[in-house]
């Protein structure tokens, strides 16, 4: 019988890992350098569960790949303190997108890091086996990843990294890619293992922008800035496991976190900008948000029981939506001025409330105005095809001024979000065979 070892957050008496003023830019020699993260400190230690908190854009996963050995950081250190009459200490990954190889059973996807390490045959089976066993994939070794769900393809990833005994195990947002039911299914497999000390692991280091996840599963949980990311705070996290979501005091430091994340100039480090997006002016970077989205939570937030103003955590859990998803929604809206952002809230504007009463083509037009008005791409846009007589311009003009600040993926999401905006609110259009902007509709 596997004996039970009881985790108490509050005795981190041995480090595992030390990150010291890790900075780390994306981009090439001459061109726009994207800086992702600036001066991120991290201790880990033994008997713990630490969570990377933060919306995308925030570094968390470069974070984690760097401690990984995966990547290389810019600047600072990662070490891993020399630890007296023990291993060095070992790291394991697991990732969100499963990264299994298809043509693999489970069980030879398993053995791959065993294989790796050149473990002779039949211990890399019995260990291989053994892990499946852990995970609950028993009865499935045989199978293909391509007979698996989704869940099941990620407990054969949660395997994988088991198998090789790591001091570490570090998470990638392990459970973002799964309906809501098996992600839940799984969390609760995964911390029942932790707490009975049954995975030979010493402390997990997740990345996660589901907040209540978070709260879940962590026993401390550093909350990142974005563009670049940045360690804004550490909050510890005393609530006893099995946690429970409906406790008031659960609820409460969910509530405080999303207050947190939505502090002016929260996105950016301190710097805060008009939309909480990256950059400045034409350069701001901007998400991909459909105008049906947008629509849609201002009509929901409109009608009752909000009647205007909703609260975040609420909003997020009645509409089934990530935290990093309605953040990305909301601050567009705030960008807009069809909504304000406030100690948790989001309150629509007088002129959203104009906009959820009006029929379409009042709808088109003050869409129009909010965007031309208020979003610098756009307005850019808008004037260079006013000013010129055939009223044409070539996106790829637009699309070279906006890679002299940020990357060229990030200028072509940029690009795409004001041209579905503006197509939407026929504020201009783009003919996509001619990369071509017009104000005449080419079609």
């Not at 004996?3 to 010291?20: G, K, M, Q, S, Y």
């Not at 039949?122 to 260990?127: G, I, L, P």
């Not at 911390?191 to 589901?210: A, C, Y």
């Not at 100039?265 to 970077?285: C, H, K």
Request: overall charge negative; aromatic content about 6%; charged content about 25%.
């Amino acid at each position: 019988m596997t004996p039970t070892v009881t985790h108490f957050p509050h005795l981190h008496d041995t480090r595992l890992v030390e990150v010291r003023n890790v900075r780390h830019l994306y981009g090439k020699a001459g061109g726009a350098n994207l800086l992702v993260l600036e001066d991120v400190d991290l201790t880990l230690c033994d008997n713990e569960i630490v969570g990377l908190l933060g919306r995308s854009g925030s570094g968390k996963s470069t974070l984690l790949r760097s401690i990984a050995g995966l990547i290389q950081p810019t600047s600072g250190e990662i070490e891993f303190p020399k630890r007296a009459g023990e291993a060095p200490t070992t790291v394991s990954m697991v990732f969100q997108s499963f990264a299994l190889f298809p043509w693999l059973t489970v069980q030879e996807n398993v053995e791959v890091g065993l294989e790796a390490k050149r473990v002779k045959p039949d211990e890399r089976r019995r260990r291989a086996l053994a892990a499946i066993d852990l995970i609950g994939l028993d009865g499935f070794e045989n199978a293909y990843p391509k007979e698996l769900s989704g869940g099941m393809r990620q407990r054969v990833g949660l395997a994988r990294a088991l198998v090789v005994d790591p001091s570490i195990l570090l998470m990638d947002e392990p459970f973002s890619a799964l309906d809501v039911l098996t992600a839940e299914t799984l969390r609760t497999d995964l911390l029942d293992l932790w707490s009975e000390g049954r995975m030979p692991i010493k402390s997990i280091l997740m990345v996660t922008h589901n907040i209540e996840e978070a709260v879940l599963m962590c026993d401390r949980i550093l909350v990142f800035s974005s563009n670049p990311g940045r360690v804004v705070s550490t909050i510890k996290v005393d609530l006893p496991q099995p946690r429970n979501r409906l406790d008031p005091a659960f609820r409460a430091l969910v509530e405080s976190i999303y207050v947190q994340m939505t502090q002016p100039g929260q996105a950016q480090g301190g710097r805060q900008n008009e939309g909480l997006f990256p950059g400045t002016g034409i350069s701001m970077v901007l998400p991909r948000v459909s105008t049906n989205t947008l629509a849609g939570l201002m009509e929901a937030v409109s009608a009752a029981p909000y009647e205007g103003k909703a609260d975040l955590p609420v909003l997020a859990k009645e509409l089934q939506y990530e935290a990093d998803e309605l953040f990305s929604i909301a601050e567009t809206l705030q960008l807009l001025r069809l909504a304000e952002l406030e100690g948790g809230d989001l309150r629509l504007t007088p002129t959203a409330r104009r906009y959820v009463e009006a029929d379409v083509d009042a709808r088109k037009s003050l869409f129009a105005q909010q965007l031309l008005t208020h979003v610098p791409l756009a307005g850019h846009i808008r004037r260079v095809l006013d000013e010129r007589a055939s009223h044409k311009a070539p996106a790829g003009r637009f699309r070279d001024e906006l890679e002299d600040s940020m990357s060229p993926d990030y200028a072509d999401q940029t690009l795409k979000a004001v041209t579905n905006w503006a197509r939407y609110a026929e504020a201009f259009a783009y003919d996509e065979g001619a990369d071509l902007f017009t104000l005449d509709d080419p079609n």
